[in-house]
């Protein structure tokens, strides 16, 4: 498999988990407890004894991103498809990230959809690779380039559109503290870079149907 897709994708980074020395456990939960402290809490009392552990045990699961490659959940497609090969669209994709900045979450949705060439790949392979990026420190506008890119350069279908609407704690918890507000960030590829009537139809029917 990893074969077949280092000839489908020539770009590395899809398929090299971004994964440096990590600290062991008793690292990270000393660290946890320091910013107990920072907080100006006490570690020490009956609430945040287990604290750090569970901090520990959340961020492998927030975090997990870092230990999975995109590019393998796409690598594998079917050309079965009777000819089809008008848009594919997954809609409505819920996530939850963190902010690169201040590590708070970001919580949104993201539509997804390309124009395939001979080869579709699993819907739920789509969603999981929003997923994977999710699942690693973010900004919304790399998030948005990075789903699109890895479609393109692994399926190589004919064009990769990729809308993601959210909502950023750093803004609403902290700073200007406006609950609410939403930020939009689209980017296109191929046929949808190269034609506004199919941005349009893509956005047209993302919003068709959006929640």
């Not at 690169?100 to 124009?115: D, N």
Request: negative net charge.
């Amino acid at each position: 498999m990893d074969a077949v897709i280092k000839k489908l994708m020539p770009k590395s980074e899809y398929l090299e988990k971004p994964v440096t020395d990590r600290p062991d456990q008793a690292e990270v939960e000393a660290a946890v407890r320091t910013l107990l402290r920072w907080t100006g809490d006490n570690p020490d009392r009956e609430g945040l004894v287990d604290t750090p552990k569970r901090v520990a045990k959340a961020f492998l699961e927030m975090f997990n991103g870092y230990d999975m490659c995109p590019a393998e959940e796409l690598g594998r497609t079917f050309e079965e498809v009777a000819g089809y090969d008008d848009l594919v669209l997954v809609r409505d994709i819920e996530f939850h990230s963190h902010c690169e900045h201040h590590m708070v979450p970001i919580i949104g949705r993201a539509h997804v959809g390309y124009l395939p060439d001979g080869r579709v790949v699993g819907l739920s392979k789509i969603a999981r690779v929003v997923d994977i990026f999710a699942h690693r420190l973010q900004t919304q506008e790399a998030m948005t380039a990075q789903i699109a890119n890895v479609i393109q350069d692994v399926l190589n279908p004919r064009g990769v559109a990729v809308m993601i609407e959210a909502e950023h704690m750093c803004m609403a918890m902290r700073g200007i503290r406006k609950q609410g507000s939403t930020t939009l960030t689209s980017t296109f590829t191929g046929v949808f870079k190269d034609s506004p009537e199919e941005q349009l139809r893509f956005m047209t029917m993302v919003r068709h149907g959006s929640k």
